[in-house]
């Protein structure tokens, strides 16, 4: 695994756009992975590694989130500016075609980048987010970010992770991985998390309502894979019901999970190269 940057361009200015790489760089065959509204790339670690024997895989931190830069204008934080820094990423890979792993926002931003005309992306999974979002699911994610907890010790910290995340049945070491490469100190020794509080800005701006992306999710050309955690409060299993009704997708349900799986175990990443590779 190496780590890795690049300069991207957003309303007012440059910024930082951070990314781990894993694999042969010479390989054309490259897998980008997103990740969710307060995460950073290094949450595909484990499926990063274990697909690195068929990709080239980056993982980026989007901006605001993990060691790429913070926005200067607050309001830019969403899908435009998104779109435009995996666009730079993709180019720099110098990949013609690209598949896709996305968890929640990672997912809705392949989801919009496929349909785009002339889209890189080939195959696309979609980790726990569909084509509609219930409010409720958006007024729970409201309760917590822009907030800025901060922790006497990484332990405090990853016992709080632990107790508000419905990733499933991960080892204690995997909850250290995923906790503390999302955290820092700050300059008086305490734990907190590595994104810019202001990502809210734009995520609260307008009070929570359903989200209806069913245009976006129409407009994709690519074959799909779907997957769902058993108890998910963002994809309902009568939106994924009505997500399968579309030719070429398929979707796969965690059992004991709730929003969203963390695809650290094998059976879960071999879902994903089944579809992938297949």
Not at 36 to 42: E, Q, V
Not at 43 to 64: H, I, M
Not at 159 to 177: E, H, I, Y
Request: aromatic share 8%.
């Amino acid at each position: 695994m190496k780590e890795q940057s690049l300069q991207s361009l957003d309303p007012h200015g440059f910024h930082k756009l951070a990314y781990t790489e894993w694999g042969d760089p010479a390989n054309p065959r490259v897998l980008v992975c997103v990740h969710g509204l307060t995460r950073n790339g290094r949450d595909f670690d484990y499926l990063a590694e274990k697909l690195s024997d068929a990709y080239r895989v980056v993982c980026p931190d989007v901006v605001g989130r993990g060691k790429s830069d913070w926005l200067r204008v607050k309001t830019d934080y969403g899908y435009p500016v998104y779109l435009n820094d995996i666009a730079a990423l993709i180019a720099k890979t110098g990949a013609e075609t690209v598949d896709w792993v996305g968890t929640s926002m990672g997912g809705i931003i392949g989801m919009i980048m496929s349909g785009i005309p002339g889209s890189p992306i080939r195959k696309l999974v979609m980790n726990d987010v569909g084509s509609f979002i219930p409010k409720a699911s958006l007024e729970r994610l409201g309760q917590y970010v822009g907030t800025t907890p901060s922790f006497d010790s990484l332990d405090a910290l990853i016992a709080a992770v632990r107790s508000v995340s419905p990733f499933g049945a991960l080892s204690d070491a995997q909850w250290r991985q995923i906790s503390e490469s999302a955290a820092k100190q700050d300059a008086s020794g305490k734990w907190v998390f590595r994104y810019d509080p202001d990502i809210a800005v734009t995520f609260k701006a307008q009070p929570f309502a359903d989200v209806d992306m069913r245009a976006f999710w129409n407009a994709i050309p690519c074959p799909v894979l779907v997957v769902r955690g058993d108890s998910s409060d963002l994809l309902p299993a009568d939106t994924l019901e009505e997500m399968k009704k579309r030719p070429n997708t398929q979707a796969h349900v965690v059992a004991n999970t709730g929003h969203a799986p963390m695809l650290m175990d094998d059976a879960q990443v071999g879902v994903i190269r089944k579809f992938l590779l297949g």
